[in-house]
């Protein structure tokens, strides 16, 4: 049975502001790696963090964005939904940022 061998590719070691991408097995092409470089943008955020308001307003509006609070990374749907045409992201109640909580977000597409 014939072995797959892979390589651990790291795009960010090759081109600057790319991600890294894990194994490739070592006959793929990975050419398109640069022509589809991914450079999120730290959106800006308005909303009052004050364990009581579940509702927030990214201006960039994106197509898709992550959410980290506190350094841990929030699950769409489960602990927030987002809406890419208003940029609204609302938290579920469980999930609502507590005062004095760091929130960030990771913008993706435009």
Same mark, same amino acid.
């Given at each position: !049975? $014939?072995?797959?061998?892979?390589? &651990? @590719? =790291? /795009? /960010?070691?090759?081109?600057? &502001? =790319?991600? +890294?991408?894990?194994? @490739?097995?070592?006959?793929?092409?990975?050419? %398109?790696?640069? +022509?589809? +470089?991914?450079? $999120?943008? =730290?959106?800006?955020?308005?909303?009052?963090?004050?364990?009581?308001?579940?509702?927030?307003?990214? *201006?960039?509006? $994106?197509?898709?964005?992550?959410? %980290?609070?506190?350094?841990?990374?929030?699950?769409?749907?489960?602990?927030?939904?987002?809406?890419?045409?208003?940029?609204?992201?609302? @938290?579920?109640? *469980?999930?609502?940022?507590?005062?004095? *909580?760091? !929130?960030?977000?990771?913008?993706?597409?435009?």
């Amino acid at each position: !049975m $014939p072995t797959t061998r892979f390589r &651990n @590719f =790291m /795009a /960010a070691n090759r081109r600057p &502001n =790319m991600h +890294a991408f894990g194994l @490739f097995p070592t006959v793929d092409d990975l050419t %398109w790696i640069e +022509a589809y +470089a991914l450079t $999120p943008t =730290m959106g800006t955020v308005s909303g009052t963090v004050d364990g009581s308001n579940g509702t927030f307003v990214v *201006a960039e509006l $994106p197509t898709d964005i992550r959410i %980290w609070v506190n350094g841990i990374k929030q699950i769409e749907t489960t602990d927030y939904t987002y809406v890419s045409t208003t940029g609204t992201i609302t @938290f579920t109640s *469980a999930s609502i940022p507590m005062y004095g *909580a760091i !929130m960030e977000v990771e913008c993706i597409g435009d």
